[in-house]
């Protein structure tokens, strides 16, 4: 298949993610500069639609494509992948924009300051994870319901990303201010989370899927008192919670169209398959490096792993982002996205 030459282009990168620059994995540590390459082929044959270079992050949006991979690499899809995972989404950004990648899963908010940002050089194909954050408490349970936290210390990642949305958001809810009701002590990655609360009796923290699974391995009497995901549905107000989702770059998608419909059936199937067979799921996730096999196999069940597409995923990605774009207009790239910014099918 004809390939263009792509033009190198520079971005300004305005949001982390909540599943970005954390190590999940208990042997091994992942830093921004961490890569992790799989190249996948098919058979040779005329009826290849040719290759995808796919992007994913160490963490959920990884675990939705990993049977997607395997497959593959097994030559069972039409096409052949090569397969790039960063742990930071600020990483993984630029190589969309300058063809390093050619379809990327992403921080849902980052995929329209994308948009933004390179003039409108990035579609959206798909959402692939729902909300996965949770407040948990070491040592004396006290945060029943939202209200509970006022007042109250809470150490987390994701400051200026879908972490700090997402509580900003339900705080407000509850009639609280995250400036001046509650003291956020931010850190840099989920390690960094737990290595702040290994050696204090008391602690509340908000973290993502798969970190809550980590984290409850690592760290004792750390139990989960508030599913964030909850929390925001049972308002009703702010559409659904969206953590993240699949970006192809627009002159890819131009040229391969016909490629671009197949792997997002494949990666419907894919996130399928994951949900339906968790233990050989886990096994997947652990062969590509993701996290480890047990502590995949509690994870997946709360990772939210969706593929949602079509008017769909335009509607419930419009409303979330009207969400963020009223809580901080920086969030989504200083302006929603056009109606262009989706990619609704054949």
């Given at each position: ?13 305005m ?8 190590n ?38 990884s ?37 390093e990648?050619d ?42 319901t939202?209200a509970?936290?006022k ?9 200026g990303?879908t ?6 958001y ?70 659904k ?14 040229s ?22 968790v233990?050989?799921?886990?096994k997947?996730?652990?062969e ?31 409303d ?8 901080n ?18």
């Amino acid at each position: 298949m004809k390939k263009r030459i792509l033009a190198i282009m520079a971005c300004a990168i305005m949001a982390l993610s909540a599943c970005g620059k954390a190590n999940v994995n208990e042997s091994s540590s992942a830093s921004a500069e961490s890569t992790v390459t799989e190249s996948t082929t098919v058979s040779e044959n005329e009826d290849s639609l040719g290759t995808i270079k796919l992007g994913g992050l160490k963490g959920p949006t990884s675990i939705g494509l990993v049977k997607l991979v395997d497959d593959a690499k097994k030559g069972s899809l039409p096409y052949s992948v090569e397969f790039d995972m960063e742990s930071a989404p600020d990483v993984m950004a630029p190589k969309l924009l300058n063809g390093e990648v050619d379809i990327a899963a992403l921080p849902v908010n980052m995929g329209s300051v994308l948009f933004n940002k390179s003039d409108g050089k990035v579609t959206m194909l798909d959402i692939g994870t729902l909300g996965i954050l949770y407040i948990l408490e070491k040592g004396d349970q006290s945060i029943k319901t939202v209200a509970d936290l006022k007042g109250r210390t809470i150490v987390a990642n994701g400051q200026g990303a879908t972490p700090e949305y997402t509580l900003s958001y339900l705080l407000s809810a509850n009639g609280m201010d995250i400036n001046s009701d509650v003291t956020i002590d931010w850190k840099s990655s989920a390690d960094e989370v737990l290595s702040t609360i290994e050696n204090m009796d008391n602690a509340i923290v908000m973290l993502p899927q798969p970190f809550v699974t980590v984290a409850q391995t690592k760290v004792q009497n750390l139990n989960t008192v508030l599913d964030l995901t909850k929390e925001w549905d049972a308002l009703g107000t702010g559409g659904k919670l969206i953590t993240s989702g699949l970006f192809v770059r627009n002159d890819f998608l131009e040229s391969n169209k016909e490629l671009v419909d197949e792997f997002i059936a494949n990666y419907t199937d894919s996130v399928k398959w994951i949900n339906e067979n968790v233990e050989d799921a886990s096994k997947l996730v652990e062969e590509y490096d993701i996290i480890k096999a047990p502590i995949a196999a509690k994870a997946i069940p709360y990772c939210n792993l969706v593929s949602i597409t079509g008017d769909e995923m335009k509607t419930a990605a419009e409303d979330y982002f009207k969400t963020l774009f009223d809580l901080n207009p920086k969030s989504v790239g200083e302006a929603l996205p056009g109606e262009e910014f989706y990619y609704l099918g054949k």
